[in-house]
Each structure stands twice: as C-alpha cells, then as structure tokens.
C-alpha cells in the first residue's frame, strides 16, 4: 500500500493522490488512514510548502511593483493616470500565478474518496498554506517597519534613493534627481506601505484556505452519498 519516492515533488505528490484514488474507488469497504504514514504526511507537507514558497515569492514580487509603484510612477513622472484596462491588467497579472495553482489545487478535490487521499490533500495544502501565512507575515511586518523607519530617519531613506536612482535612470525615459526620487517616495510610496502590507497578507491567506473549503465541500458531498446509497440500501 505505501509508495516510496526518494524526490518526491508536486506532480509525484499528485501521482500518489491518483493512486491512492483508484484503490479507494475500488474498494468496498473505508481504507485505514494509518496506511498514510507520518513520513509520507511530512513529505507532502514538504512538497506544499515548497510549492507554495515559489507562487508566493513570485506573487510578492510582482504584486507591490505592479499594483502600487507603477501607478505612482506613471502619475509623478508623467502626469498620466494609469487607464481601467491598464488597471485590471496589473491585478490580473499579479495574481495570475497564484490564482492559477490555487484553482489546481481545488480541481484535485475531485480524487478525494476516502482516509488516504483525504490525508494526502490536507498534508500538501497545509504545506503550502503554512509556507503562505509565514510569508505574509513576514512581509506585511517588514513593509510596515520600512515605512516606520522612513518616517524617522529620513537621512537613511535619501542614501536608499541615491543607492537605487540607477533604476529610475534604466526605466525612465528623463533624466530625474535624487530630489525627484526622494520626493516621489514621501509623497506616494511611503503612504502607500500600509495598504500593499495589508492586501498581501489578506490576499495570501485567503488563498491559503481557499482549496480547503472545497476538500470539505467534496467530503459532505461524499457523506451524503453515502448516506443516500445506505437509505436507498436499507429500503429496498
């Protein structure tokens, strides 16, 4: 009953599920969770972190630039209001990885049927949901510390500006000064620190409990399944 994969990663992980999947549909009477092993539980729980550390990292990293600086710059800079389709486009682009996997990972709902894929789905989903709640965590509290610190010493935020004034000269079209940049910073990307903390928390964890909701939707359908061919059993 128990599968052995020395690298186990996310399409093996599904594998299993798959696996474990047929042997329950097949079998007539409710398989033991126990045959779903410590190591194997840590094992997928290994997988949905690591699985869940790439889609957040690649999330975070695109959401605070996407979503907050490049409206700011455009508005500054260019004295041009970002447009509705330009809007909708940075939203959808910036979730669209993560959104992407979270849907995945409630389609694999359908290969719940008993003990063992049950405790297969849950294991990976709590991996990746641990690896989300921590980052966001992470991240919300060192957006809020980076705006604390700009707001009391601001000699420090002008060294950062100068240090990074290479990237507006790479991005920009027009030469801009250092003066430009640090008063573009006070005036909206500080303010702005608050807010992008607060969506990337909140973003990140509901989509952490999100493929759980359809895990637990899918078993009250199978126990009223259940339930029915019982009644319908004793009935006839």
Known sequence: MEVV???LHLFSALGIIQRYYTIEARSSEELA?????????????????RSGFIESFLFLTLFPFLENIYPSIKLYFFGEKISTFEYYG??????????????????????????LTKKALFSLFTGRSISFLIKGAIVYYALIYLAKVSYSNPSVVYDWVDFTKWLFDWFLPMQV??????TYYYKLV???????????FWSM??????PYFTIFLKGLLNHKKRLDNQEMYEKY
């Open 5 to 7: 994969i020395k690298s």
């Open 33 to 49: 969770s126990e045959y779903f092993t410590i190591e194997q539980t840590i094992d997928f729980i290994k997988v949905g972190f």
């Open 90 to 115: 940075l939203i959808a682009f910036s979730y669209a990885s993560i959104v992407f996997t979270t849907i995945f990972l409630m389609i694999l709902s359908k290969y719940y049927k008993g003990n």
């Open 177 to 182: 000064s250092v003066d430009d940049i640090y």
């Open 190 to 200: 500080i303010p702005a620190l608050h807010q992008t903390a607060s969506s990337i």
């Open 205 to 210: 964890l509901i989509m952490a409990l999100l």
